[in-house]
Each structure stands twice: as structure tokens, then as C-alpha cells.
């Protein structure tokens, strides 16, 4: 098949789609952090709505993790970065040519952009013509690359462009100012006074000295004399700068659609792996996850919250890693457990997990097989909204009435502790509706719920708690382990870490 794209598997129908908002659980999950520093240095490629735009074929997974695994061949990932770079270069002086007002200096600059092109491309080719590559994705881009450079198209304007060039650095002339008067006329073998100087006072040169030299700030600018002078020069050169015209017309748009389209998204791939490498340092592992669409058995070893560990990892602080699987008919985690112990971490790296193994991704972890969702939804506890016009209960129902609406067999729920406005009664009978809802769906599921009994409704539900340091419980390990609920949230605990026992209130108030 004919190169189309590094990013989507077009021999899947794959359709190129990129959404311009994020999804609706971004927030929740905190993916919004994740992928606004993912982007942050490479804001000219607007990378993020390849991130908004999960995929939904396991071939089109497969063919970003051949990518992946390619892109960790050190010196490829730096011959990936010069190119950009030399592109950087390229749609710079392109883009300055409607800013400039002189022909001739528009020109100069569009030859420049072309000679940049050029040698971006050639090296690009020969680098992937020398490395072993695995995917099918550079494989078929490196025969892309290869068959355009041989092209007589491109050969033509390698051709003219080193030749032009050439002849435009060969042209010398001579400005001579008196006044107000100014005299450009072609080079005449002048003596060049400044290296004559230059040879003179370097015998009187001893050792290291201070360099007094100021670096002047090169513009791309022209002013009103230089323009002049520029017009002077293309009448004592009138052939060259008239190869310069025909040369500009005859490949205006000279960049290739197909390359220039790898050039931006093969920084989805890079963005992403300098994004992990600096959590890679703190001794945790990436994984490239098993997909299944049938199945539901799932599981994650060592895997964290990828967005806590950007957070955490400049700090030298330790980052938390836990396990979790479901197998047989199992489709629904309750997480309950002492407050404070990572529950909600937990539930939010279960939802990391999933979005970023569904865009091809390395995923947090030593290994992983995962489910290949349809949609995801998230139900995180909110602030009451006071334009709304109902209580924070009726919005509690609300939301979720409208995710179990929306919620296929396919789909993936998060909970994070809802219904905390009501008596427990109350919350224990709307909980367990809910439950009961998705458990009728079949829909994989994390619940994180102080309602214990909710990990016992159903062959489906298995409990996952999280633990405390057992010689001293106001110490939270952050490990979610499964095991049953024991009703324990250990609030005491934590009342007597912050001084906030009603004994220790009550004397703070008398004194």
C-alpha cells in the first residue's frame, strides 16, 4: 500500500478525524494536565486534537506501536528531531515572505526556504535508508521518501537550487558611500583593508584575551537603502537574479503534501516519548498493552497515575505503583478504604490506562492487556451549581442518569464517590440502582463508593481496597489491594493527625 500517514492505518479505512475539544472526562481524569504538557513545547504543530481523537480498530492500535517501538532507537528519535528542525527552519522563511516588501529579498528568502527543504529531505531519506525499521508505518514512508527524492521533480529543484545558490554567493560588488551619495558597481579586486589589519595587530596578541566583539541581532528586515543598493545589484547581475524570478515561479509550492503531513504527525510520537522519558528516570515502566474487543479479562501490573507522577517526579518523591485484573465474569472494581489512600488515583489511573493505550500509546506499568471501549464516562463529585436550580443530589442523579443512558456493553464507567449529599439509606438504595444498571449492561466499571456493600451485589463486582500502614494507621500506604470491605475509613485516625478530635477541640476552646 502507498504511503498515506504515520498516524492513522489508512489500509484499515481509518478515517483521518481529529476532534478540536478534548472529551468530556478529560477533567476528571486529568488528562487535561497530561496532554497540556505533552503539547506545551511544540505548540505550532497543534498537536492536541490527535490526542482528543482516541482510535477504535486494534490494527490501527498495532500500527502506532510498531511506531513506538521504532522511535526507541535512540539515534532514529534524533534524526527525527533534526529534520524538524530543519522544517522549523523551511515554514519560517516561507511565512516571513508576506511580512517582507521588497521582491528581491522575498525571493532570497524563498531560495533559502528551498535550499533548507532539500537538504532536510536528502538527510531524512538517507538516515532511514540506514536503520532498521520494524513498522509498517516507516517502512512504507521510507520507500515514500526514497522513491520522491529519485522523483524528477525533486531532483530538478535539488538541482537548480544548489546551482542558483551557488551563483548568488558568488556575486561580489562594491558600495562606495561619500555623503550622502551612494555608488554600488561589481568588484574589483579591492585590497580587503580588514584582514590586512587583522594580520598586522596579530603578532602583538598575547594568549586569551577578552573578546570585545558584540553579536548584532540578525533581522529578516530590509530598509528603504538596502533595497536600493539591492536594485543596484540586480542591474550589474541581471541574468542571475532573472534565473532567481523563473526559479521562484516555477516552484512556488514546492513542498511535498505527503511529507510535510509526517513532518507534524510524527510529533505525536515524539511529544509523547520526551514527555515519558523524565518519569522513566524515577525507575517506573511504560508498557505497549495487549487490546482486546471481545474479552473483558483485563489487567495492569505496576501501572500509576500518569499525570500524579509528572507532578511528583521533579520532587524526588517516591511514585506509587499498583496492580488490578478482572477475569471471568467480573466486569466492576469497588474501591473502598481509608480517605486519603489513593482511591480516587486509583479509579483515575484505570481511565489513563484505557484513553492512552486507545490512542497506541506506551501506558503506565510492566505489562497490561486492556479493553478496546467505545465510549468513556466518568461521574466525579462536583460543587453544587447554584444556576442549575437543583440540589447537589438531584444533580448527582441527573449526570449519572444521562452516562447510563448513553453507556453500551462496550462502554467504560468511572464513579468516584456520589450521592455523599444523602443519608446513607438513601445512598445505599440509589447506589445500588445504579449498579444494578451496570451490571445489566455489562459494562467494565471502577466504582469508588464508602458503600461497602456494593462489592457484593453480583458475581460481576469484586472489592479493591485500599491500605493503611499497620503499625500506625494514620499512615497511608497508597497500595489498592483486592480484598473484601471491612467498613474501616480509620477517620479517627486522621481527626488525631490534624489536632481535630472533639477532646482536643474542646480544650483548644476552653483555653
Excluded at 209 to 233: F, P
Amino acid at each position: 500500500m502507498p504511503f498515506e500517514s504515520i498516524l492513522f492505518n489508512m489500509t484499515n479505512e481509518i478515517i483521518n478525524q481529529e476532534y478540536i475539544d478534548a472529551p468530556k472526562f478529560f477533567v476528571d481524569l486529568n488528562l487535561d494536565q497530561v496532554i497540556d504538557h505533552i503539547t506545551a513545547s511544540k505548540q505550532e504543530y497543534n498537536l492536541k486534537t490527535f490526542y482528543f481523537s482516541p482510535l477504535n480498530d486494534i490494527d490501527a492500535i498495532h500500527y502506532r506501536q510498531e511506531i513506538f517501538r521504532d522511535l526507541e532507537n535512540h539515534l532514529l528519535l534524533e534524526n527525527i528531531k533534526t529534520f524538524a528542525e530543519k522544517m522549523v527552519l523551511v515554514h519560517r522563511h516561507l511565512n516571513i515572505l508576506s511580512k517582507l516588501h521588497y521582491r528581491f529579498h522575498q525571493e532570497g528568502w524563498f531560495l533559502e526556504a528551498a535550499v533548507e527543504y532539500c537538504d532536510a529531505v536528502i538527510c531524512l531519506a538517507s538516515n532511514l535508508s540506514s536503520t532498521n525499521l520494524s513498522s509498517h508505518g516507516f517502512k512504507e514512508f521510507c520507500e515514500y521518501i526514497n522513491q520522491y527524492t529519485q522523483s524528477i521533480q525533486f531532483k530538478s529543484l535539488m538541482t537548480e537550487t544548489k546551482s542558483l545558490n551557488t551563483d548568488l554567493s558568488l556575486i561580489q560588488y562594491s558600495v562606495i558611500i561619500k555623503n550622502l551619495w551612494v555608488r554600488v558597481r561589481k568588484y574589483e579586486d579591492e585590497i580587503d583593508y580588514s584582514k590586512k589589519v587583522e594580520e598586522t595587530f596579530e603578532k602583538f596578541k598575547q594568549g586569551g584575551v577578552k573578546n570585545y566583539k558584540v553579536d548584532l541581532r540578525l533581522t529578516s528586515g530590509m530598509n528603504h537603502v538596502e533595497a536600493q543598493i539591492l536594485d543596484c545589484v540586480v542591474k550589474l547581475f541581471p541574468e542571475t537574479f532573472k534565473e532567481l524570478d523563473q526559479f521562484c515561479v516555477k516552484y512556488d509550492g514546492f513542498l511535498d503534501e505527503k511529507i510535510c503531513g509526517f513532518d507534524r504527525e510524527i510529533q505525536f510520537y515524539v511529544a509523547y516519548l520526551e514527555f515519558i522519558s523524565s518519569i522513566k528516570k524515577s525507575g517506573v515502566k511504560f508498557c505497549y498493552p495487549k487490546i482486546t474487543t471481545q474479552k473483558k479479562e483485563i489487567h495492569s501490573f505496576e501501572a500509576f497515575d500518569i499525570a500524579l507522577a509528572n507532578e511528583i517526579v521533579s520532587e524526588d518523591s517516591t511514585i506509587i505503583c499498583n496492580d488490578f485484573y478482572l477475569k471471568g465474569k467480573e466486569r466492576i472494581i469497588v474501591v473502598s478504604g481509608p480517605n486519603q489512600g489513593g482511591k480516587t488515583t486509583f479509579a483515575r489511573m484505570f481511565g489513563q490506562l484505557h484513553y492512552l493505550a486507545s490512542l497506541g500509546c506506551p501506558v503506565p506499568g510492566r505489562a497490561a492487556r486492556l479493553f478496546l471501549y467505545d465510549q468513556m464516562f466518568t461521574h466525579f463529585e462536583k460543587e453544587e451549581d447554584i444556576r442549575s436550580l437543583r440540589g447537589k443530589l438531584k444533580d448527582d442523579l441527573v449526570r449519572i442518569h444521562s452516562v447510563l443512558n448513553q453507556a453500551t456493553p462496550n462502554s467504560i464507567i468511572i464513579i468516584n464517590e456520589i450521592l455523599t449529599s444523602t443519608a446513607l439509606k438513601d445512598a445505599v438504595f440509589l447506589s445500588k440502582q445504579i449498579m444494578d444498571k451496570i451490571i445489566h449492561l455489562d459494562s467494565l466499571c471502577v466504582c469508588v463508593s464508602f458503600i461497602d456493600e456494593l462489592s457484593t451485589l453480583s458475581e460481576k463486582t469484586v472489592s479493591m481496597m485500599s491500605t493503611i500502614v499497620p503499625e500506625n494507621p494514620a499512615l497511608r500506604t497508597f497500595k489498592i489491594i483486592r480484598k473484601p470491605a471491612d467498613g474501616l475509613s480509620y477517620a479517627i485516625c486522621i481527626a488525631e493527625k490534624h489536632h481535630l478530635t472533639y477532646n482536643l477541640i474542646k480544650e483548644r476552646i476552653v483555653k
